[in-house]
């Protein structure tokens, strides 16, 4: 085991700790114990960059399932550096953010930072692993853990049901990954991420193909919360602050981002993955930044801004695989979405881990997140203020900040869509950078009334629960570290881009760099009076315009019905999905007997019927028959009498001894084909039978015994009968189909012979197959001490007195 | 008025044995003619059977006093006893052995353990329709 491997799983390790610190340190705050973990594991992989800078990638293995092609294989490559940085990064500033916002009394410590070091492990893990199985095990850890930190607070209702809507749909999308990894299995024969992509032309035609995208994207989609399955991401706000900042912006909501980019080496060439990532990505974008706006809550606002930037880091994804097709122009004009996309990563996880951080500060010390509420918060809270500004600022994609470049970045990919001759784009391809730019203004105007209704405008002490003041140093450090971050990468954006940027991009498009080539990526802060700058002014004049008179056409999201929302549709679907199921099962599983053996025949007649003459199996031949005597025929008409007779009969009385005469006849066929014992037996067997209904019929209860013929029913009657003809085909043409001589020759030469007797039958049954009797006695002697059973052990009765 | 049931008990006295023997024979002829354990116990069953209606529950107790359901353990284990048995001379499970042996009252005598596993069936049918019986007849 490497020391990447105990990288991965130190989280979890430390998980099982926890809970002594927790009892053993009472006066500690738990998240001290926790803390150094991602500060150590940070360190740990800056350590690689030198490494990755110069393209070599670190691959540890250990087998885990050999047999099965799943071994536990940990690799190191740009994108999963990147990722495995914001991971430890953000999770360090965490961490101490939450020291300060949990207090130790009130809050069960123990479970939440054994879930988000679960989490924590569980992320590392999806980032770094190279096999596809591994990858989808830690997938699913991150679901888990990150539905127990949504319910953390599960008194509440809202946070259980935020928590089961995540994981219903985190989950759904989650098997049906695995249902796309095994596909690309199938085709490859291989869970390696990176002999799969060797392979990548060879399946491109296969008709597996297209369902593996299909399912490996659905799971994608339904993590980093991609429109139509981005209703959860909403409901997730009600876990505690510094999860949602760490888990629902920064890093678990990017797994999907991240899967993408690791499988677009599989799957890119195709155009299927660029239509459906870039478009489902642009729409995500629009929807989420055009939903923002009309948000009261402030997490609901951010909530939805996640939305639409990792719809943009999606779209841009998609756009990037367009560049595979270009190998002959210059490639970094191609290449520049997929660079926005990573830089934008980056940049995203920055702003929204510290808008997230400042939200939870303006809860803690105020006490309410509604906008209504909030206002005039600035001259009480100026740190605060200024983080919020920086992080505001930036979203909006305003200079000088890094969201500004990688906005411009974005403008840039989306513009040249329209240079694009393949897969329909000069059709279509207009739509991006339209949408593209609205989604910009809603993302502009949003931003803009996150940080000025909350700190400028009237201060409302009365609505307030607290008297706001500034909060502790430890609380803001986080969010002062992020904010500076996002200065420095607005202004010196090159000191990321080639220690990092560019090994993520050779990660993603890796076809390009053939003869040692490397990714270039220089991010330029003024690229010159271009369009997209035009598009960025046009955003800034339009948005302010739009958010002065936001009261006036406020109305306009009344018109999309309540009824018609997403949210709607979900929870409708949760309904009629449970009461559906249960009308059905109750339909079906009425509880009476007589319909349950309607259905049992009823399959019989078809199951057998119908493989009786889809096989063709129905024969009848004559050549081996008996003669047939009168004797027989006379019996067989008694039988037929009696047996009908019982059908119409009146009294059960009549019934009974019928079914006594039915009894005796049979035994009298088997005098009449020489079987003594078996006549013997079905005598004395039948007498004792026909007593033991007589005396069931004695104790009939007096109320219902009413004297009355079998009522007549259509369906009963189609039943027996097609039992009756099935059965009957079924006896003819097994008789006349017989494959083998019968083995009774054996017992006819070997009873004397072998085992000294006479009497055949007695023979085979204690001899031959005494095995068989042994075990009817056994089923005798368990009946008999059932009926005593039953009768004795009356224990209700025996309550009752 | 109390019935006297004194012609059923005489003929039942007669019977009884009529029937037990016939009940024997038919056990004892199992392995050469038809009959066997089966029916044999269900013939001697029957015997007992005609005693419980000529007389009454707590008299056949007295006449007959035996627990059922010990017979029908007995009779398991004569079944699995005779095949385990068959273990003890290294032969396969339920191997049955036979021999002709020179008994002093007998003369020459077939034996065979078939006989001995027939028992434990002859056993257990009586024990379980005597236990049936019994039971339901007890009930209130």
Not at chain 1, 196 to 210: G, M, T, W
Not at chain 1, 442 to 454: N, P, Q
Not at chain 1, 641 to 657: C, D, P, W
Not at chain 2, 65 to 86: E, H, N, Q, R
Request: charged letters at 10%; proline letters at 4%; glycine letters at 8%.
């Amino acid at each position: 085991m490497s020391l990447l491997h105990i990288a991965i799983i130190s989280p979890f390790l430390l998980a099982i700790l926890v809970p002594i610190f927790y009892k053993l340190f009472k006066q500690v705050h738990t998240g001290w114990f926790v803390l150094p973990l991602p500060i150590l594991l940070f360190s740990y992989f800056i350590s690689y960059i030198s490494n990755v800078s110069h393209n070599r990638i670190t691959t540890e293995s250990i087998s885990w399932i050999p047999s099965l092609g799943v071994d536990f294989i940990a690799k190191v490559d740009g994108l999963g550096l990147l990722f495995a940085l914001l991971i430890t990064g953000i999770g360090s500033l965490v961490v101490l953010y939450s020291i300060y916002y949990l207090g130790k009394d009130k809050e069960q410590l123990n479970t939440f930072y054994v879930y988000l070091l679960l989490f924590m492990g569980a992320m590392l893990g999806v980032v770094l692993s190279e096999n596809l199985i591994v990858l989808y095990m830690f997938w699913e850890f991150t679901s888990f853990s990150s539905f127990l930190l949504i319910g953390y607070w599960y008194h509440r209702e809202k946070s259980r049901y935020g928590a089961q809507k995540s994981m219903i749909i985190t989950v759904f999308g989650g098997l049906s990954m695995l249902g796309g990894i095994i596909l690309l299995y199938l085709m490859t024969g291989t869970f390696n991420i990176s002999e799969i992509a060797a392979q990548s032309s060879e399946i491109l035609n296969h008709s597996l193909f297209i369902p593996a995208l299909l399912c490996i994207l659905l799971g994608a989609f339904t993590k980093s919360a991609q429109f139509p399955f981005h209703i959860w991401l909403p409901d997730a706000m009600e876990a505690p602050t510094p999860v949602s900042a760490y888990l629902h912006s920064a890093t678990m909501v990017k797994a999907g981002i991240y899967l993408v980019a690791r499988l677009s080496p599989v799957f890119a060439e195709s155009g299927v993955w660029l239509w459906l990532v870039a478009g489902f990505g642009i729409i995500t974008l629009f929807w989420g930044s055009f939903s923002a706006v009309k948000q009261t809550d402030l997490k609901g606002i951010l909530a939805f801004s996640t939305v639409s930037q990792l719809g943009m880091i999606m779209s841009l994804l998609g756009i990037g695989a367009a560049a595979l097709h270009y190998p002959s122009i210059d490639d970094s004009f191609y290449t520049v979405a997929t660079t926005a996309a990573v830089f934008h990563l980056i940049n995203h996880a920055t702003f929204k881990g510290s808008l997230f951080m400042v939200v939870g500060i303006v809860d803690h010390e105020t006490g309410t997140r509604d906008i209504r509420r909030l206002g005039g918060l600035m001259s009480f809270m100026p740190i605060t203020f200024t983080l919020a500004l920086i992080g505001t600022f930036s979203m909006a994609g305003l200079p000088p900040f890094n969201g500004f470049l990688s906005k411009e970045m974005f403008f840039t990919g989306m513009v040249r869509v329209l240079e694009m001759d393949i897969f329909n784009l000069e059709t279509w391809g207009l739509l991006f950078p339209i949408l593209a730019w609205v989604a910009s203004v809603f993302t502009f105007i949003y931003s803009m009334r996150l940080v000025f209704k909350t700190f400028t405008g009237k201060y409302q002490p009365e609505q307030m629960k607290k008297k706001p003041h500034e909060a502790p140093l430890g609380m803001l450090i986080p969010p002062i570290i992020l904010a500076s971050l996002v200065i420095i990468f607005g202004l010196f954006p090159n000191i990321l881009s080639h220690h990092l940027i560019a090994p993520v991009m050779a990660s993603i498009l890796p076809s390009l760099l053939n003869d040692s080539k490397e990714f270039v990526v220089h991010i330029s802060f003024w690229h010159g009076p271009t369009i997209e700058l035009f598009m960025t002014l046009g955003v800034i004049a339009i948005g302010v315009v739009l958010y002065t008179t936001f009261p006036k056409w406020k109305s306009m999201y009344d018109l999309h019905p309540e009824k018609l929302t997403l949210n709607r549709f979900y929870d409708r679907g949760l309904d009629l999905v449970q009461n559906g199921s249960f009308k059905l099962t109750k339909t079906y599983m009425n509880g009476f007997i007589r319909t349950y053996l309607v259905y049992i025949f009823t399959f019989f007649i078809l199951i057998i019927g119908a493989s009786l003459f889809m096989k063709d199996a129905f024969v009848v031949k004559t050549n081996n028959l008996a003669p047939i005597g009168l004797y027989e025929v006379v019996l067989a008409l008694l039988i037929v009498v009696a047996s009908i007779t019982i059908l119409f009969a009146k009294s059960r009385l009549t019934s009974i001894i019928l079914l006594g005469a039915v009894g005796y006849i049979v035994a009298l066929f088997f005098v009449l084909f020489r079987a003594p014992d078996l006549a013997l037996t079905q005598l004395v067997i039948e007498s004792v039978s026909v007593s033991l209904f007589l005396l069931c019929f004695y104790h009939l209860p007096k109320l219902k015994r009413e004297e009355s013929r079998i009522g007549f029913k259509l369906t009963n009657a189609l039943i027996s009968v097609g039992v009756g003809v099935v059965v009957t085909l079924v006896a003819l043409s097994s008789h006349s189909n017989k494959l083998f001589e019968s083995i009774s020759q054996y017992y006819i030469e070997n009873t004397y012979e072998k085992a000294a007797g006479k009497n055949m039958v007695n023979v085979i049954l204690v001899d031959f197959r005494g095995f068989d009797t042994m075990f009817e006695i056994c089923v005798l002697a368990i009946a008999a001490l059932g009926i005593f059973a039953m009768i004795k052990l009356r224990l209700t009765r025996r309550k009752e007195g | 008025m109390k019935t006297n049931d004194v012609i059923l008990q005489t003929v039942t006295k007669i019977t009884l044995f009529i029937i037990i023997l016939f009940s024997i024979h038919l056990f004892f002829a199992g392995h050469y003619y038809p009959g066997g354990g089966f029916i044999g116990g269900l013939m001697t069953s029957g015997a007992i059977v005609l005693l419980l209606l000529a007389y009454d529950m707590k008299t056949v107790a007295n006449i007959l006093p035996i627990d059922y359901k010990y017979m029908i353990g007995v009779g398991l284990l004569f079944s699995v006893g005779t095949g385990a048995g068959a273990l003890l001379f290294d032969a396969p499970f339920l191997t049955h052995a036979h021999s002709h042996v020179l008994l002093p009252l007998l003369g020459d005598t077939a034996l065979h353990t078939a006989v001995l596993f027939d028992t434990g069936v002859y056993l257990v049918v009586i024990g379980v329709t005597m236990t049936i019986i019994q039971t339901i007849g007890e009930d209130e």
